[in-house]
């Protein structure tokens, strides 16, 4: 495509990205173990759609308001670290004592539209994310394109796509694991706790980090 440059640079770049474990690997795998692959995928489509709010937010610059204002990053900050807290509590309080044919069949505790919406929120609520993607982005745009809001589109739904594929692995992955290891339901519930308790972790830490 036409402005951008190092296309292949970026595709790896964008891969090892992907594959760091961060606040979304683990709400995937908190979903993946306690309802199975599909609340996993769904999990990891949600947090595709917050990725591409946040592509769709660079390519229109408003990113740039939260890079410039910090009253308006500290405020989106907090907002979503008190929902990483509130999703880590859910995943801690989550009873996962069915046994594994039955999670494999599709628990329905959590319905699919619920964990689609919490995948997008734990994603679009995070501006460091936005961040990101205003600093990384332009790297590989050059600066003479002749559209840079669509370059940016392209660079950003390739990340996208890639994340998206990774994710769907982490979540087959794990419910594929949890079905093996888990006959009960007692390790499952640990494991959910300690997910969960990951979350809380994560999110107090954002709420408290000071960098801008």
């Given amino acids: ?12 770049s964008g ?20 309802q199975g692959w599909r609340a996993g995928a769904v999990a990891a489509l949600g947090i595709g759609a917050g990725v591409l709010m946040h592509v769709c937010a660079a390519a229109l610059g408003l990113s740039a308001i939260l890079a410039a204002s910090a009253t308006a990053f500290t405020a989106v900050k907090i907002i979503g670290a008190a929902y990483l ?3 880590g509590i859910s995943l801690i309080r989550s009873k996962s004592t069915a046994p594994a044919a039955a999670v494999a069949s599709g628990n329905r505790s959590i319905s699919a539209r619920n964990i689609f919406l ?3 929120l734990t994603n679009v609520l995070n501006p460091k994310v936005a961040l990101f993607f205003l600093a990384f982005l332009p790297q590989f745009v050059l600066s003479d394109a002749p559209s840079k809001p ?3 589109l392209f660079l950003g739904v390739i990340f996208d796509f890639n994340g998206t594929l990774w994710n769907l692995f982490v979540a087959w992955s794990t419910a594929r694991l949890s079905r093996r290891i888990v006959a009960g339901g007692r390790l ?10 990951l979350f809380v972790l994560v999110g107090i830490r954002l709420a408290l980090s000071h960098d801008h």
């Fill in 1 to 12: 495509m036409p402005g951008i440059h190092d296309l292949w640079l970026f595709v790896l």
């Fill in 188 to 197: 499952k519930r640990w494991f959910n706790r300690s997910v969960g308790g």
């Fill in 85 to 87: 807290v509130y999703v």
């Fill in 118 to 120: 919490q995948g997008f």
């Fill in 150 to 152: 669509l370059a940016f």
């Fill in 15 to 34: 891969l090892l990205l992907n594959v760091t474990p961060g606040p979304d690997t683990l709400y995937i795998v908190g979903r993946s173990s306690a």
